[in-house]
């Protein structure tokens, strides 16, 4: 029996030890775009070249693949916390300006860098973007969830910059956007 109360009082330090070295940490996009690709004419940018259009300062955020279009919004944050601590990362993104018609697949891939600005990112300068990680549907009449994206906090730049686009695989999503007071908020979890 004397054996049993040595082993107790690891646990209880084991247990006590996991509660304090886990965070959780909300930080809100410090930059959103959308980035317009499409090969149809657009009145309203430079040229009527929809890849000249740069809409960093817009209301709202849009994404929409389909016909000639393929629409992503790009958004960035910076970690308060180095990568190397996160456990996990969840994005919650703002509200959609009108509520969903019919459900739609929405997708979530790295951007391959975040050295990109709200005044002059643009279809033709936009970074590159890694494979889609993650994909979900969003019913008729909800709103987005919290989504995943772990992989794209882990992998952010030495500066804790880290940039994602949020696509559709069909149809048109427009949600608000930074500049409408409506920043997406990254929910950190890190073991710093
Ligand atoms: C969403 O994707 C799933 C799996 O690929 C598919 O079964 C479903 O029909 C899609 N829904 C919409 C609204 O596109
Ligand atoms: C990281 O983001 C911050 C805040 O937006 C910015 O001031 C800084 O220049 C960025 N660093 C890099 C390496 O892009």
Request: with cysteine; glycine share 6%; charged share 15%.
């Amino acid at each position: 029996m004397h054996f049993v109360t040595p082993r107790l009082w690891a646990v209880v330090a084991v247990s006590t030890s996991l509660i304090i070295s886990s965070y959780a940490i909300d930080t809100p996009a410090t930059k959103d775009s959308t980035i317009l690709r499409s090969t149809v004419s657009c009145p309203g940018c430079p040229d009527r070249n929809c890849y000249k259009c740069t809409l960093g300062h817009d209301a709202t955020l849009e994404a929409n693949t389909g016909g000639l279009a393929y629409i992503r919004s790009l958004v960035a944050f910076q970690l308060p916390v180095s990568a190397a601590s996160i456990t996990s990362c969840t994005v919650q993104f703002p509200a959609f300006t009108k509520p969903l018609q019919a459900s739609v697949n929405i997708t979530v891939a790295r951007a391959l860098s975040s050295d990109w600005n709200e005044d002059t990112v643009t279809g033709e300068n936009a970074p590159d973007s890694g494979d889609v990680f993650t994909q979900m549907e969003v019913p008729a009449y909800a709103n987005m969830g919290a989504i995943d994206i772990t992989p794209a906090c882990q992998a952010a730049d030495e500066d804790g910059n880290l940039s994602i686009y949020l696509g559709t695989m069909f149809d048109r999503i427009e949600l608000w956007s930074k500049d409408s007071g409506n920043p997406a908020i990254l929910h950190i979890t890190s073991s710093d």
